[in-house]
């Protein structure tokens, strides 16, 4: 890839595509986006970088911004570069407030349930929270204290919960996974087990966040009334800059008033690239345009765009289409068409839309992930669906 504009990318030899890719979620406000290159530009000119040994202005502006406009509850936000050290971030709270509000054996607590098909990341820590198998081939041992079981199975995950658990980590919707969203009943089981248990609500937040799914964050858009301890963000945070953080509750967690958010105190966690000056200011545009532009709205009504539309088709070789706003997958049946060997059918779909002149892509080996940018044209939208229905019509 050569050039991008809007919700089109260029490759080198001049080939326009319709992107339905974003640069994975990230690209929110499509392909050099003026709003995006101006804040970027303007503060490389006054201040890239000074290290997090000293406060940042624009570090305090995003965060009152973050906590007030998007996550709505009152807590304190850390940056960093990327969703996985987000998750990796939230894991160390979890630990430590384990050790915090011990067993009551006086035994620390440090087990981490997660689910099978989540996605946190690829450093060791965010690797190991993973309910993915595949990616943790010959990069054991795994770190230890995570548990996996089955999304929106709340018997099995009360089973699973021991004297040893601090927190129960999940996605609102599991988008590398297959884009399966939880269950609202689940969810609110999921935030009783843990005030029942004294557990931390963890939610990853990196790829359905920011307006992504039809609300400010993705929990909000089935749950609004859950109230998560730590929310891990990235993606669509700075509109394709790298950047990251995670957030932490204020609440009380013991008689003397101890706020969640207190004790990860100085030297406990760092960065050195996490909050610069230019990521920081990058992530204000970006995230300002997206609250005043009522972009979680507009996430809703253009993804029921692509519900309606895909299933209107009534292709043979299409399951259903499933998933919220603009973060959507088109789910695809076992054994309707010839898959190349060596190939899922996900991908095999993939790169026959990528020779159609579509970028979309997969999300585990049954599903064609759909994530435009937020702002992507009707039109565009429309173009990048009859390029989908010609490569589906043709297999089907």
């Given at each position: 890839m050569a050039k991008g504009e809007?919700?089109?990318?260029?490759?080198?030899?001049?080939?326009?595509?319709?992107?339905?890719?974003?640069?994975?979620?990230?690209?929110?406000?499509?392909?050099?986006?003026?709003?995006?290159?101006?804040?970027?530009?303007?503060?490389?000119?006054?201040?890239?970088?000074?290290?997090?040994?000293?406060?940042?202005?624009?570090?305090?502006?995003?965060?009152?911004?973050?906590?007030?406009?998007?996550?709505?509850?009152?807590?304190?936000?850390?940056?960093?570069n990327s969703g996985a050290e987000a998750n990796d971030g939230i894991i160390k709270v979890a630990r430590r407030f384990g050790h915090r509000r011990p067993a009551a054996d006086g035994s620390p607590r440090y087990e981490i349930i997660t689910f099978l098909k989540s996605f946190h990341g690829r450093t060791l820590g965010s690797m190991a929270a993973t309910g993915q198998k595949k990616i943790q081939i010959e990069f054991d041992p795994m770190l230890i204290g995570f548990k996996y079981v089955d999304f929106n199975d709340l018997e099995a995950l009360a089973a699973a919960i021991t004297k040893e658990t601090c927190g129960i980590m999940l996605e609102a919707v599991q988008g590398e996974g297959g884009v399966n969203p939880v269950q609202p009943e689940f969810l609110r089981g999921?935030?009783?087990?843990?005030?029942?248990?004294?557990?931390?609500?963890?939610?990853?937040?990196?790829?359905?966040?920011?307006?992504?799914?039809?609300?400010?964050?993705?929990?909000?858009?089935?749950?609004?009334?859950?109230?998560?301890?730590?929310?891990?963000c990235a993606k669509g945070i700075a509109g394709g800059f790298p950047m990251g953080c995670f957030w932490v509750s204020n609440r009380a967690i013991n008689e003397e008033g101890t706020e969640l958010s207190s004790i990860m105190?100085?030297?406990?966690?760092?960065?050195?690239?996490?909050?610069?000056?230019?990521?920081?200011?990058?992530?204000?545009?970006?995230?300002?345009?997206?609250?005043?532009?009522?972009?979680?709205?507009?996430?809703?009504?253009?993804?029921?765009?692509?519900?309606?539309?895909?299933?209107?088709w009534k292709l043979p070789c299409v399951e259903g289409v499933r998933g919220l706003g603009l973060l959507r997958g088109v789910g695809l049946r076992k054994g309707s068409f010839a898959v190349p060997?060596?190939?899922?059918?996900?991908a095999y779909v993939n790169s026959l839309c990528m020779k159609a002149g579509l970028l979309a892509c997969p999300a585990g080996p049954d599903t064609l992930r759909l994530i435009p940018a937020l702002n992507?044209?009707?039109?565009?939208?429309?173009?990048?669906?009859?390029?989908?229905?010609?490569?589906?019509?043709?297999?089907?």
């Open positions: 809007g919700s089109y990318l260029y490759d080198t030899e001049g080939r326009r595509y319709v992107d339905f890719c974003a640069g994975i979620a990230t690209c929110c406000l499509g392909h050099c986006n003026p709003i995006v290159v101006d804040a970027l530009c303007k503060q490389a000119h006054e201040l890239m970088h000074c290290s997090n040994l000293y406060g940042i202005p624009q570090q305090d502006k995003l965060a009152e911004l973050i906590v007030n406009d998007i996550i709505g509850i009152p807590g304190r936000v850390f940056f960093c999921v935030a009783e087990l843990c005030r029942k248990h004294d557990l931390l609500l963890m939610l990853d937040e990196v790829q359905c966040g920011f307006c992504r799914c039809g609300e400010t964050m993705g929990w909000k858009a089935i749950c609004p009334d859950i109230k998560p301890d730590l929310v891990s105190n100085a030297g406990s966690h760092g960065s050195t690239f996490g909050g610069t000056p230019i990521a920081c200011a990058t992530s204000y545009a970006v995230v300002s345009e997206l609250v005043k532009g009522h972009y979680a709205a507009r996430a809703a009504a253009m993804g029921e765009i692509i519900k309606t539309t895909v299933e209107a060997e060596g190939m899922t059918p996900a992507i044209p009707e039109e565009t939208l429309r173009e990048g669906l009859d390029i989908l229905r010609g490569v589906l019509e043709k297999l089907a």
